[in-house]
Nanobody
Framework: QVQLVESGGGLVQPGGSLRLSCSASGIIFRFYTMGWYRQAPGKQRELVAKIISGGTTNYGDFVKGRFTISRDNAKNTVYLQMNSLKPEDTAVYYC???????????WGQGTQVTVSS
């Protein structure tokens, strides 16, 4: 049984930071591209960042150097460090795992991030 469990969301003031974590089980973690997506109310889900096993990363245009994705293959965990948060970053953040070879894809349950004063 595959599980992706996110943690680290919460309420933060504008300009603040949060670190999201996603712990994976039931998959061979190093085979998967790991990603973070987000969905705000009334909007489509969008890519925040993704990282392949070797460490190559890709970010959504809106990130503009504020967020950093990383992974620890030994701990089956992917992280998203978010700095300089803005109110428009408010959304549910979802962890995603995709294996390109087979196109298997899995999602976590999401963690709420709210940026507000």
């Amino acid at each position: 049984q595959v599980q992706l469990v996110e943690s680290g969301g919460g309420l933060v003031q504008p300009g603040g930071s949060l670190r999201l974590s996603c712990s994976a089980s039931g998959i061979i973690f190093r085979f998967y591209t790991m990603g973070w997506y987000r969905q705000a109310p009334g909007k489509q889900r969008e890519l925040v960042a993704k990282i392949i096993s070797g460490g190559t990363t890709n970010y959504g245009d809106f990130v503009k150097g504020r967020f950093t994705i990383s992974r620890d293959n030994a701990k089956n965990t992917v992280y998203l460090q978010m700095n300089s948060l803005k109110p428009e970053d408010t959304a549910v953040y979802y962890c995603n795992a995709v294996r390109a070879l087979t196109m298997e894809a899995y999602w976590g349950q999401g963690t709420q991030v709210t940026v507000s004063s």
